[in-house]
């Protein structure tokens, strides 16, 4: 199918926000020898642990390159879909369509541009074109038109309220390795025609030593409109301290797209986490991956899925990850909260929100 030759604004679309109904969500298998330690073995077990608590309330489809699809087909229960599409590695929220609807209740993707976090420039791996072909091929199965955006964007750099408020980070949009020659007000007004919004909330950083150059879906979620839930960082010494602070006082300075005030929650933030020598060790080097012992890893409970009236969060640390559940649950009082051991999904640089992509019922 061709891409649309228009923008989702001008054709009434818009992106949902998450918590909207969902008729999907998909995910891609890992394999990556420099990402995924001891040939991705225990990545895969946490991915299929994912997979497994959401199918709870939502189909998963899991994309698998041909020489996986065996093993993933084993590995995974009968009632995970699995699809083959050649990747270049697991991040579905960053390489998958994101979806817009209309008031008709019609669905149709964006395919964003991909250059694995930053090209030749800053990027984490060379080639990246399976990659950046997955969002139209993901369209094409599911039999959904598509955009094919003008421009560089990973999904896990936007969330959005439904309500026409798009949050994003200037560290990350505003990157010189992602679309160096725009300005910031014509990102915006790129934000605004493809997800159908009206107002862009920049906040300047994401998490501490993120190789995402700073994804928002790794330092804030956004609850319900003008709720958002950031992570915290209670030690005055650490780096993550004052983007924390900051991320919180410039949120409640701000307003939404509807002019209403932001109320921020908090979530404690896990550690802080570090790679380890024997974690270390399981990886095969590479040039764009820093993957060694002592790294700060960039983990954070607000990296979590919403799905279908369930909460998806990751596991990441026992002296917190019951206080995240809590909060969680306080936050989504009627949705199942389901917490996933999520330690090597962080070693791949991210989290269960940046593996998973979902689709808008429709
Ligand atoms: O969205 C994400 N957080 C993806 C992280 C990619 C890291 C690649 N090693």
């Not at 093993?71 to 879909?81: E, F, K, T, V």
């Not at 998490?207 to 804030?220: K, R, S």
């Not at 002019?259 to 921020?264: A, T």
Request: glycine share 6%; hydrophobic share 35%; charged share 20%.
């Amino acid at each position: 199918m061709n891409p649309i030759n228009s923008t989702p604004k001008q054709d009434g679309f818009f992106m949902p926000a998450e918590s909207a109904p969902q008729q999907k969500v998909w995910m891609i298998w890992p394999e990556r020898p420099d990402n995924w330690r001891h040939q991705s073995q225990p990545a895969q077990l946490a991915f299929t642990k994912v997979a497994e608590a959401i199918s709870q309330t939502t189909p998963v489809t899991m994309a698998v390159s041909e020489a996986q699809f065996e093993q993933a087909r084993a590995q995974l229960p009968a009632h995970i879909d699995v699809v083959r599409i050649d990747n270049n590695d697991a991040w579905m929220r960053d390489v998958g369509p994101s979806y817009v609807i209309n008031q008709q209740g019609q669905s149709r993707g964006i395919s964003w541009q991909f250059n694995a976090w930053g090209g030749e420039l800053d990027g984490l791996y060379s080639p990246w074109d399976n990659d950046d072909a997955i969002a139209a091929k993901v369209c094409q199965i599911d039999n959904k038109d598509h955009y094919q955006a003008p421009f560089i964007l990973e999904g896990g750099s936007i969330h959005v309220d439904g309500e026409g408020t798009v949050y994003t980070t200037e560290e990350c949009l505003l990157h010189p390795s992602r679309n160096p020659d725009l300005s910031k007000s014509q990102i915006e007004a790129y934000l605004k025609q493809y997800l159908g919004a009206e107002k862009v909330i920049w906040l300047p950083q994401g998490l501490y030593n993120d190789e995402t150059n700073g994804h928002i879906d790794n330092i804030l979620h956004v609850v319900k409109p003008a709720e958002v839930v950031i992570t915290d960082c209670n030690d005055p010494e650490d780096p993550q301290y004052p983007i924390s602070k900051q991320a919180k006082a410039f949120l409640e300075s701000q307003t939404d797209a509807k002019g209403r005030s932001i109320k921020v929650h908090t979530l404690p933030m896990p550690g802080p986490l570090y790679l380890t020598e024997a974690e270390a060790a399981g990886i095969a080097p590479s040039q764009g991956m820093k993957r060694e012992a002592g790294e700060r890893l960039a983990a954070s409970y607000a990296n979590y899925l919403i799905t279908n009236k369930q909460i998806v969060f990751p596991l990441l640390d026992s002296q917190y990850d019951d206080q995240a559940q809590e909060i969680l649950q306080n936050l989504y009082p009627d949705y199942l909260v389901t917490g996933v051991e999520a330690r090597e999904i962080v070693l791949g640089g991210g989290n269960i929100h940046c593996i998973t992509q979902q689709v808008p019922k429709s």
